[in-house]
């Protein structure tokens, strides 16, 4: 059950912030292994960790999916699942042509001439989960910026690729599909193997093993940033406690440590939101969403929606929502640790998505675009 802790309990929020840091720090220990591994023995590594951790018997299904195979997907897709891809690819291209860099010169001084010069990187991986449930929307958010941005060649790797996932990837044109998951594909990406070509930068979400992973190969191979398990906030002291507790647990049930917090100013709330998470899990026999809830989730009890801003801050989490009365507090989120997408609801039926809440570092001369 989703535990509620007040805010000025200092323990509990002590514990809420030091679990997120000592589950990737665990993490690390495994991957570092790994990488060694990957790097000295190259594709035997991969066979043998893809047997051990994924199941995949890569001598016998190959390194990468066929063209057949992406052709006998798209033949047999239903038509409804290829529209709604293709519908969500024309308005996720709108908007990377919109967020992508120019170019500029400016001559702030007589004699001086300053100027941002652009290039596409040569080649990018798209790490795409393949665990308990098909992420086609991944292969969409990664591999078109990569495209409007003009990488040359994009790769995806995915463990055990579902066919929503080959279809988002044949629609997009790309090929280049690896059976390879956690630590050990960043490895094979980063570094290159016998059969695995090394890229320039490595982008796209997974479980803790993968940003562990991301994290520690950061200083030799480009990286989009370390986000961890997948993590959602909701924010709001009026709201429908059906509709947030159907939010949370969808969050919940992507991976055992996944993060599902509700920050709110109002106990019954709370209370509620509590209540029917606890019922929707057991009546649709969510186990995966149960345990995250339980070890890793939570409802914050502040003292006013401005104190849930200040929380917002301080988690910087991957997906943000604020119910309709806290729209407000959109102006007052300043996190700078990685890219936030922030959801305004004011009904089933309209949701605004501003920008992408993005802290960036200085410009870099070479863009990738993949989010």
């Keep these: 059950m989703l535990k509620i802790i007040r805010s000025d309990d200092r323990k509990a929020v002590g514990r809420l912030f030091s679990s997120r840091a000592a589950n990737l720090s665990d993490a690390e220990t495994v991957a570092r292994r790994i990488i060694d591994n990957v790097r000295r023995h190259g594709d035997q590594a991969l066979i043998r960790y893809s047997r051990q951790f994924d199941g995949i018997d890569l001598r016998k299904t190959g390194m990468m999916v066929t063209r057949e195979e992406l052709d006998r997907v798209a033949s047999q897709a239903p038509p409804s699942l290829a529209a709604a891809l293709s519908a969500a690819a024309k308005n996720i291209r709108a908007v990377a042509r919109r ?53 040359r060649e994009i790769l995806i790797t995915s463990p055990k690729p579902a066919p929503a996932v080959l279809l ?9 599909i ?20 090394r890229v320039e930068k490595i982008v796209g979400p997974g479980n803790r093993y993968v940003a562990a992973a991301k994290k520690l190969v950061a200083g030799e191979c480009g990286i989009d940033f370390v986000a961890g398990p997948s993590e959602l906030v909701v924010v709001g002291a009026e709201g429908n406690p059906r509709w947030i507790a159907a939010d949370l647990a969808a969050q919940a049930e992507h991976d055992p440590d ?3 917090i509700l920050i709110t100013p109002s106990l019954q709330l709370a209370r509620r939101v509590q209540a029917r998470a606890a019922q929707l899990v057991a009546r649709l026999r969510l186990p995966v969403a149960r345990k995250s809830l339980a070890d890793q989730g939570c409802i914050v009890l502040t003292r006013s929606l401005a104190e849930a801003a200040e929380f917002v801050n301080r988690l910087a989490p991957e997906h943000l929502t604020l119910l309709e009365d806290a729209e407000d507090l959109l102006h007052q989120i300043q996190s700078a640790d990685r ?33």
């Design 168 to 176: 988002a990837a044949s629609m997009l044109g790309v090929t280049g």
């Design 258 to 260: 996944a993060v599902a």
């Design 99 to 151: 967020q992508l860099p120019r170019a500029w010169q400016v001559q702030p001084s007589p004699g001086v001439h300053v100027s941002q010069v652009l290039r596409p990187l040569e080649r990018v991986a798209c790490y795409v989960p393949g665990g308990r449930f098909p992420l086609p929307s991944t292969v969409l958010m990664s591999v078109i910026p990569a495209q409007v941005a003009g990488v």
């Design 339 to 371: 890219s936030s997408w922030a959801a305004i609801v004011r009904s089933p039926q309209e949701i605004t998505l501003p920008a992408p809440i993005t802290f960036c570092p200085l410009p870099e001369r070479r863009v990738c675009g993949a989010a």
């Design 178 to 197: 690896y059976r390879l998951g956690g630590a050990q594909a960043v490895a094979a990406f980063a570094y290159g193997t016998e059969t695995v070509p």
